[in-house]
């Protein structure tokens, strides 16, 4: 069974999300929370395998529980469900560790489908919200002062500062899963990123990337 907690502000929400999902013989509602806090606290108390967190929220939004939680348990894995197709909301979601992004426009089935996807370390990102996504793992959302612009053959490249701590722990030889955890992020997400930089400095290999590092001062 996958123990899942729900958290959102409206309680209408919260009772038809419960109904249905405790429906499927595969999913474990555990509890349920109406602000961030509640999702801290109820995360501690429950341990549960997958968390559904609403964004906007009072007092402590879904964006700061995700990453509390994450800081205390990276193992949880955090699916935003949400109204907010916004670039900055799924830019701070995903950058504080959410394992996925979801709108509530989903139907029923394929809630429940996305739920055992994140449970088995799969990143789902709601096709509406994609690019939004693709931006901000391309680092189009940092400070330009934060990130590093270089060009290669030409062409202008845009570092985030998420892409320089990654290229740091690639020249220190720290592993996939090391990387992972000192971003809270999943190793299957944190490998895209890593595919990512190998790209944009038209590497071929994680060696390739730390010799480019060292050359260009990257580090």
Do not use: W
């Amino acid at each position: 069974m996958i123990k899942v907690l729900i958290i959102d502000d409206q309680q209408l929400l919260l009772d038809l999300m419960s109904h249905l999902l405790e429906k499927s013989e595969e999913i474990d509602v555990v509890a349920s929370g109406r602000d961030g806090n509640q999702a801290i606290g109820l995360a501690e108390k429950h341990h549960p395998d997958v968390i559904l967190m609403d964004i906007h929220m009072p007092d402590c939004d879904g964006i700061e529980a995700t990453k509390k939680i994450k800081a205390h348990n990276k193992d949880i894995k955090i699916l935003i469900l949400t109204s907010s197709s916004e670039d900055e909301d799924v830019h701070k979601a995903l950058s504080n560790g959410a394992d996925g992004y979801v709108l509530k426009t989903i139907g029923e089935q394929e809630l429940v489908a996305v739920i055992k996807s994140v449970h088995a370390d799969m990143e789902v990102i709601h096709r509406d919200v994609r690019d939004a996504a693709l931006r901000s793992r391309a680092g189009a959302f940092d400070n330009t002062e934060e990130g590093r612009h270089l060009m290669i053959d030409g062409v202008h490249i845009a570092l985030s500062q998420r892409d320089l701590d990654v290229i740091r722990m690639i020249v220190e030889g720290k592993s996939t899963k090391e990387m992972a955890e000192a971003l809270f992020v999943s190793e299957g997400r944190l490998r895209n990123i890593i595919t990512e930089i190998i790209q944009k400095l038209m590497c071929e290999n994680r060696t390739q990337v730390a010799v480019f590092a060292l050359k260009n001062n990257l580090v």
